[in-house]
């Protein structure tokens, strides 16, 4: 499975994005996609994820409420649409997918994409 990241940039503390994640390959076997970050200094962090078949979704604490986690099966994409954006949602945001023979382990990595909220 390879995943591509886009639509991180630069936005002012309350503002919106919407990042995409394309998958392709074997995305037959994919059995969740998620969203983490890495924030300069600071250890990668779960955001959300989303199970492919079903579509039940988990955040984390910190963007529950502002972010929504969605995915277009047909097209192989998921988003994380972001509002309310705060300064430390600054980050590089990733997206990872998790495959059915290994449904709890984010094998699959896409490149990530920067987003930046200035205050």
């Known amino acids: 499975v390879q995943l591509q990241a886009s639509g991180g940039g630069l936005v002012q503390a309350g503002g919106s994005l919407r990042l995409s994640c394309r998958a392709s390959g074997r995305t037959f076997s994919i059995y969740a996609m998620g969203w983490f970050r890495q924030a300069p200094g600071k250890e990668r962090e779960f955001v959300a994820a989303i199970r492919w078949s079903g579509g039940s979704t988990y955040y984390a604490d910190s963007v529950k409420g502002r972010f929504t986690i969605s995915r277009d099966n047909p097209k192989n994409v998921v988003y994380l649409q972001m509002i309310t954006l705060k300064p430390e949602d600054t980050a590089v945001y990733y997206c990872?997918?998790?495959?059915?023979?290994?449904?709890?382990?984010?094998?699959?990595w896409g490149q990530g994409t920067l987003v930046t909220v200035s205050s």
């Open positions: 990872a997918a998790a495959t059915a023979t290994k449904p709890n382990e984010y094998d699959y």
